[in-house]
């Protein structure tokens, strides 16, 4: 059972979430992160989901990223409920259908961008110089393609983010799954990433991004706000004001707003 | 086989911690050696100690006179009952028998004098106790049939007596009777009593008569020792068997008596030296097998710390579609490699200290290594990097990815 978008559920939304919950046992106090979130991401679509930090899009992205089961509710994800599958297919699904990408970049150390790409195919079972030409075609579409013999410690910030870009793209997942992509990098990069985020979403790929940055969340085409473990909002980006996303991801993200200026 | 495919992924992390991953061999490193040169040495020791045995004649028995309880009652070994076992008809499997009769003497060359061991022996003494003439000959045949005044000197007493000089053709002066030096021996490197270099061979007819005045005994002349060579070391047995018979019957001892005579074979010497050296080798290798179990741990600690560093990249290799078999064989193939790398460089080293020590002429000792013992540190090292790896990938596999990634 291969999830891809040929198969008989491609009529099926990428994401489909209803009235998802999930409760954390801390001691005696339980917190609920989510108090059910209903949500549906179609094939190709660019969605941000904002919301300070507390508000629950951290545990909503473990979730949609199969890191995590909700405590109740449904999830399918290419129209197949994720609630029936055990840990090995939850972590071959994780390898083929989402691309994770981090706000620390999260590459091994001293290791070459070619083999930080070829660890997905590692775990997928591709090996040989099948992995190495589809990693070096990964880092070909992040535009690495002359530094794929380089190290975490001899590439910049935003180089080091296409090489884990690279990484999330290279097994042709259905989502690229992004939190606070641009959050360790300085403008100027963090714009360059966000240029091959919109580059990506143009070719196909369904984006989703999790952030409190405002400057992040308006190049997506949606923009799902979460307050206090469930959706206060859900709009296409043009239509929400900069006062609305203040309210909605917290003063500390507005300051930095205007810090960037954008 | 699908851990093949971790090695390069255990190379690549050792790789990355090339100092980390240097200390933690460092235990098994030394652990492995010392498995190596302790049973090493032992072997060496029990290989020396053969060879020491083996110089002084191969395949030998020796029957001594005077019984049990001790050398000084009246001697009934005889020229009669050496001449008895020498029957090749009787005894096949006797090669040769030599008989001796020694005693000590004063010898005086010169102003030069000092007290040996003189021994009265007979032609085949020098085959039978596998002797090296340096220079001139050992006693010949007829010399000893008719008891001529010549002498063989032992290379110790040629230099105490004759310095650099050269003795072939001299005389010196045994408890007051001449005999004329016909040859020297190699110094056969056996250390204190009973070795060789300090010793005088005379024919053993000059001895009893003429030098030390022997007794006679059921009218034959009386002898100390006889010096018995069988074909094989496996005849030996049954050899001491038969001749403890004969010579019990030839000496007239009833059922009740105890021997009149000691009988020893090279054999049974040589199995109670393979036993010492077996039970030495075993408390050494003990000791060395303690010291990798201490590597072992030693690893399991590093192991642990690792993958608390490691917390990270283990939330990411999960987020990358990681089973839970590819973070324990990950884990555990590290500890693998680095106990696997470790055993080797402890048997190289091994080797290389075993090599370098038979350059040095005055070690007292040998290091052999045993082709088993080496089999033996390699799988205990690879054993213990199995079971003391075993925790610390278990741990890892058992991190929860959420954490995981969280953790920075």
């Known amino acids: ?262 | 086989m699908r851990w093949v495919r971790y090695l390069g992924v255990a190379f690549d992390s050792i790789a990355a911690h090339k100092l980390r991953s240097a200390l933690t061999m460092l235990g098994i490193i030394i652990g492995v050696a010392a498995v190596l040169l302790t049973i090493g040495i032992g072997s060496g020791a029990a290989a020396s100690i053969t060879e020491r045995i083996e110089s002084s004649g191969a395949n030998l028995i020796t029957i001594s006179a005077g019984g049990s309880r001790g050398l000084g009652s009246t001697s009934t070994l005889t020229l009669a009952d050496a001449e008895a076992l020498a029957d090749r008809s009787l005894f096949p499997e006797i090669v040769a028998v030599a008989p001796q009769y020694s005693s000590n003497a004063t010898v005086i060359y010169g102003n030069r004098e000092g007290s040996y061991t003189i021994v009265g022996a007979t032609d085949n003494y020098v085959q039978v106790r596998n002797l090296q003439v340096e220079n001139g000959d050992f006693l010949n045949a007829e010399q000893v049939e008719k008891n001529e005044s010549v002498v063989v000197l032992g290379a110790t007493v040629a230099s105490d007596l004759f310095g650099a000089d050269n003795p072939i053709g001299q005389n010196v002066r045994i408890g007051g009777h001449l005999f004329r030096v016909i040859g020297v021996l190699k110094a056969s490197g056996g250390a204190g009593f009973g070795s060789s270099d300090s010793q005088l061979f005379v024919p053993i007819g000059a001895a009893q008569k003429r030098l030390f005045n022997a007794g006679r005994s059921n009218g034959s002349d009386v002898v100390t020792q006889i010096s018995v060579q069988g074909v094989n070391r496996e005849a030996l047995q049954g050899l001491q068997l038969q001749i403890e018979r004969i010579l019990r019957l030839r000496h007239r001892l009833d059922a009740n008596s105890e021997n009149d005579f000691m009988i020893q074979n090279q054999a049974d010497l040589l199995e109670l030296a393979g036993d010492v050296s077996a039970t030495l080798t075993a408390l050494l290798g003990g000791i060395g097998a303690v010291s990798l179990v201490v590597g072992g741990i030693g690893i399991m600690n590093i192991m642990l710390v690792s993958v608390t560093e490691r917390t990270g990249e283990i939330g990411l290799r999960r987020a990358l579609g990681a089973h839970d078999r590819d973070i324990l064989l990950q884990f555990l193939m590290e500890a693998l490699v680095l106990c696997g790398l470790g055993g080797l460089i402890g048997v190289g080293l091994s080797f290389a200290a075993a090599v370098g020590l038979q350059f040095f002429p005055t070690a007292t000792f040998r290091i052999v290594i045993e082709p088993w013992s080496v089999g033996l540190a390699l799988s205990v090292s690879t054993a213990s990097g199995f079971l003391f790896g075993l925790y610390p990938a278990l741990r890892a596999m058992q991190l929860d990815p959420i954490e995981a990634l969280r953790y920075e």
């Not at chain 1, 297919?89 to 070459?112: K, M, S, W, Y």
């Open chain 1, 1 to 262: 059972m291969r999830m891809h978008s040929s198969g008989p559920e491609s009529n099926a939304p990428v994401i489909e979430l209803q009235n998802v919950t999930k409760i954390y046992q801390m001691g005696r106090v339980q917190v609920h992160a989510l108090r059910g979130v209903s949500l549906i991401i179609e094939r190709g679509e660019y969605v941000a989901i904002i919301g300070a930090s507390g508000s629950g899009k951290s545990t909503l992205m473990n979730i949609i990223g199969l890191l995590d089961r909700p405590t109740s509710g449904a999830y399918r994800l290419n129209g197949v409920d994720v609630a029936q599958l055990g840990k090995g297919r939850l972590a071959d699904v994780r390898n083929r259908e989402i691309g994770f990408v981090f706000q620390r970049f999260h590459l091994l150390p001293r290791t070459t961008a070619q083999r930080q790409v070829e660890l997905p195919l590692f775990y997928a079972g591709v090996r040989g110089k099948v992995a190495k030409r589809r990693a070096l075609d990964a880092l070909m579409q992040v535009r690495l393609g002359e530094r794929v013999d380089h190290r975490p410690d001899e590439l910049s910030g935003g180089q080091q983010q296409r090489v884990a870009i690279a990484r999330a793209l290279v097994m042709r997942p259905s989502i690229l799954l992004a939190d606070e992509p641009t959050g360790a990098l300085d403008s100027q990069t963090g714009r360059e990433v966000l240029a091959l985020f919109r580059e990506l979403n143009e070719a196909g790929i369904t984006v989703i991004v999790v952030t409190h940055d405002q400057g992040v969340a308006s190049q997506a085409q949606r923009i799902v706000a979460l307050r206090d473990g469930a959706i206060i909002s859900d709009a296409p980006s043009r239509t929400i004001s900069s006062t609305q996303f203040a309210s909605a991801s917290g003063d500390a993200a507005h300051h930095r707003f205007q810090e960037v200026g954008v």
